[in-house]
């Protein structure tokens, strides 16, 4: 077999003839995939967060937008994330980039039964180290939300519970049932 016959994937330009979900990860392009089960937990989240942070002039709310983590050389897509005007202000305008240039205050990531565990964490230390100030961990499977204040610092929510946006969306709250949405029976 000739060499010149042999594929190398290039870290030229992990964004070249990009579609669908992905992360740029050590200058490699990596593919997100969620279920339509977590991305409607998703958009239940993001169409209560970003009205509230618009009409209350807080910052911008994302869906799988990419941020370059600090430190990091990592373009990560939080399924939701949040970006404060304190953070970039509301003036700055936005940039024309495959990824915002900073971290956001939030990140929230839903978790499928197929995410591993240590994937999640490696993103988690990510995140904190690159100055991320909370990150909301939605477990699907598990209806319940981890909030992430340190790596350390850990609360859980269930069903029963009240989300709250303190102190990084000063007064957004919304009930964690909210979150969820009736499965599709299993056959």
């Not at 030229?12 to 490699?28: K, R, S, T």
């Not at 958009?43 to 910052?59: A, D, K, S, V």
């Not at 939701?80 to 956001?104: D, E, H, K, M, Y």
């Amino acid at each position: 077999m000739s060499t010149a016959s042999l594929s190398v994937p290039t870290r030229l330009d992990p964004y070249a003839d990009a579609d669908g979900q992905f992360e740029v990860v050590n200058g490699v392009r990596v593919e997100k995939a969620m279920s339509v089960f977590e991305q409607t937990i998703a958009t239940l989240l993001i169409g209560r967060l970003e009205p509230f942070c618009r009409e209350n002039g807080l910052g911008r709310a994302f869906v799988e937008t990419a941020f370059r983590i600090p430190g990091s050389g990592n373009d990560r897509k939080p399924d939701v994330a949040f970006l404060s005007f304190q953070r970039w202000p509301a003036a700055r305008g936005t940039p024309r980039t495959n990824a915002w240039p900073i971290a956001p205050d939030l990140a929230v990531e839903v978790i499928s039964p197929t995410d591993k565990w240590f994937d999640v964490y490696d993103k988690l230390r990510e995140y904190f180290a690159g100055g991320v100030r909370q990150v909301w961990v939605i477990g699907s499977n598990l209806e319940q939300v981890t909030i992430f204040d340190s790596l350390t610092a850990v609360r859980i929510l269930t069903r029963a519970d009240e989300l709250t946006g303190d102190p990084i969306i000063p007064g957004f709250r919304m009930a964690v049932t909210d979150l969820f949405p009736l499965p599709e029976p299993t056959p």
